[in-house]
């Protein structure tokens, strides 16, 4: 007897964690939308059932990056009241460590170059973190265009190899420590 069968919903969820370090590293065009199938243990077809198209699969990976980002905001800002955007900058240098934010952000910029559904996306899903960090930090405007330069700055560096853990600031200074080494 074997054991119980995954429903829908958890392939699903199974398929979009493959999906989100496949498409960071391959890119919406160059994904195998075999080699996720092949990475949870169904068929091709059936990532094609869950999604219906490659393209809503990558788009499914963005909203999961926008939830993951969106719960490290409301976790950091419920654990340090007094200075959220701070501890929020922290969460998410924690969540971008292991690449596949950084890769999956920066292949789906690349590909809203192209694709205007993409590139609706990705804005829907910036507009939709700002909207949730400024309603959990009253940060003014100002402050709000820093903490997401330096969020970007903070992917860059990250897809760079830069340590990023002591935040963006001690990578710039150690990459421009390194710089007069060199």
Not at 15 to 39: C, K, N, P, S, Y
Not at 57 to 68: H, I
Not at 89 to 118: C, I, Y
Not at 121 to 131: E, F, K, Q, T
């Amino acid at each position: 007897m074997g054991g119980r069968r995954s429903s829908a919903a958890e392939r699903r969820a199974q398929a979009t964690a493959a999906g989100m370090r496949m498409f960071a590293d391959h890119g919406l065009t160059m994904t195998a939308i075999q080699r996720v199938a092949d990475e949870i243990g169904v068929s091709q077809p059936y990532v094609f059932r869950l999604f219906g198209s490659k393209q809503a699969f990558f788009l499914a990976c963005l909203d999961e990056l926008e939830d993951r980002v969106r719960e490290v905001f409301r976790r950091a800002a419920a654990t340090s009241p007094d200075a959220p955007l701070k501890a929020m900058g922290a969460g998410f240098r924690e969540l971008v460590a292991d690449g596949v934010v950084t890769g999956l952000w920066l292949q789906a910029s690349a590909a809203a170059r192209a694709d205007e559904e993409v590139a609706a996306r990705c804005r829907a899903l910036i507009s939709g973190v700002l909207r949730e960090a400024g309603a959990l930090t009253g940060a003014a405007p100002d402050d709000m265009a820093r903490f997401v330069a330096n969020g970007a700055l903070v992917v860059m560096l990250q897809a760079l190899g830069v340590d990023v853990t002591g935040g963006s600031r001690a990578a710039v200074d150690a990459l421009r420590a390194e710089e007069a080494r060199s």
